[in-house]
């Protein structure tokens, strides 16, 4: 029996497949066991078709190939390759171990990419799994961005066999896995950001209260609520609000890449986060994921590293802001069906905006509210207190006036954010304030006496629970750190007890 390795998409993660082959005495046969898909099982006429192509003999026996472990669902048309090498390899003693190989065959014999390549490979390599591969050549410009893999890229059935005889391995071609983007380093670290800004801040006259805020939720990654009249300047704020967000390290960009391909995209290797903006219409198992036998990902999983924007935010069903406050919280998201139970990262800056009112004239110093009492009410009410919670900066925002002017541009905004992730970075934080454990607000978040005391009064006068205590720590922490402050004092608690809900 010989084998090679391969792999098989489960979820959002990598399964390792054997391909196992036996050519046995019998009438002629060709079957491939193991629960493979369509898509594999239709690989018998295609790998037929290639090796007969390039004067390889089809034996006259019965060949039987085995997906191990039986029990995984195989998907994915690059098993072709791994399947004709070893018919193609027959008796011939050739060191197949430590060899993933990947690829789909043309009739002809030629090798070409299957989509969930890189997503399959990342996997693998953050599993720590793989050393080396054998993929297709077109592949290859993507794929070697991924670190701590050595790829030999081919272009044919005939190069791939020609590759596993050689007695010493070939110089592979000089890809790199750096990007080419603007970078900042810490600890040899490196974590890239890009300087271009397609939507600017200085296009927002006034709301000086919400560009603070945009500015402390892009720094630490807070989860932001903006309520305002229409055309205040909400969307404006949140689109915006991407494109300052904190660098990216090599491995987030290579996360980023994956979720694009698992849209369906070809991967931008971008230090831009991912910003998903749902429309109210969408039904749950599209945000959240779902699915009967495979369970896709959703907005909230593709959302990962980046911003999630729910615009009109009371018009989502009830049903999908409740169960928002899972993400919200534990920062990943469980879909579990009858066939399939699959955990996503959904680690995101959430941000929405609503009207204050159905109408949306509450705020307006010019139009009447055309509203009532109950009909504002109905309106409020649909977002609970629990999942506002969750909401760590709020801000009314009021309509523009002629005296409003343009006051900071997103570069000057990027500049700051970018200053405070070096000093959350500096105190050893892996991970940036609005997601730290309550450990790490222990050790991260210090307070002088004169903040304990204001923290205290604060507990009994506005009823706070233990979640909105860590969650205004979380943000006095990182407005400290926009001030340059090591310490949380009075100044900086106070502004993050303003913008908590009440």
Known sequence: MKQLLCATFEGIDAKIVEVQFTATKGLPAFTIVGMANTAITESKERVKSALLSNSYTFPPKRLTINLAPSDLRKEGSHFDLPIAVLIALGNHE?????????????????????????????????????????????????????????????????????????????????????????????????YYFHEIYPVDFID????????????????????????????????????????????????????????????????????????????????????????????????????????????????????????????????????????????????????????????????????????????????????SDPFLDRIDLYVQMHAVTAGDKPSVTSKELHEKVREAFLRQKGRGQKRLNGALSDAEIARFCPLNDEAQTVIDQAIGRFGLSFRAVSRVLKVARTIADIEGKEEIEKRELLEALSYRKR
């Not at 945009?214 to 990654?221: S, W």
């Not at 909230?300 to 919280?329: C, M, N, Q, Y």
Request: aromatic fraction near 8%; charge should be neutral; proline fraction near 6%.
């Open 94 to 190: 050739v060191d197949l171990s430590e060899w993933y190989v990947f690829g789909e065959l043309g009739l002809d014999g030629s090798v070409t990419e299957n989509t969930l390549l890189y997503p399959i490979l990342l996997s693998l390599a953050n599993q720590g799994v793989i050393k080396r591969a054998i993929v297709p050549m077109i592949s290859l410009p993507k794929l070697s961005k991924i670190p701590g893999i050595a790829f030999y890229g081919v272009e044919s059935l005939n190069d791939t066999l020609t590759l596993l005889r050689a007695d010493q391995l070939p110089q592979r071609d000089g890809y790199t896995t750096d990007f080419d983007f603007n970078r900042i380093s810490h600890n040899e670290e490196k």
């Open 204 to 383: 927002i006259k006034g709301q000086e209260h919400a560009k603070r805020a945009a500015l402390i939720a892009a720094a630490g990654m807070h989860n932001l609520l903006l309520e305002g009249s229409p055309g205040s300047g909400k969307s404006m704020i949140a689109k915006r609000l991407v494109h300052i967000m904190p660098p990216l390290h090599n491995n987030e960009m290579l996360e980023c890449a994956k979720l694009e391909i698992l849209e369906g995209k070809d991967p931008s290797f971008s230090p831009l986060r991912p910003f998903r903006a749902p429309h109210h219409s969408s039904t749950g198992a599209s945000i959240f994921g779902g699915g009967a036998h495979k369970a896709q990902i959703g907005e909230v999983g593709l959302a990962h590293g980046g911003i999630l924007f729910f615009d009109e935010l009371p018009h989502f069903s009830k049903t999908v802001l409740e169960a928002l406050r899972e993400p919200l919280e534990d920062r990943h998201i469980r879909i579990s069906r009858v066939n399939t139970k699959v955990t996503y990262n959904a680690n995101f800056l959430f941000v929405a905006a609503m009207n204050p009112c159905p109408c949306g004239n509450l705020f307006s110093t010019t139009t009447a509210c055309r509203c009532s009492d109950l009909e504002i009410n109905r309106y409020k009410s649909r977002l």
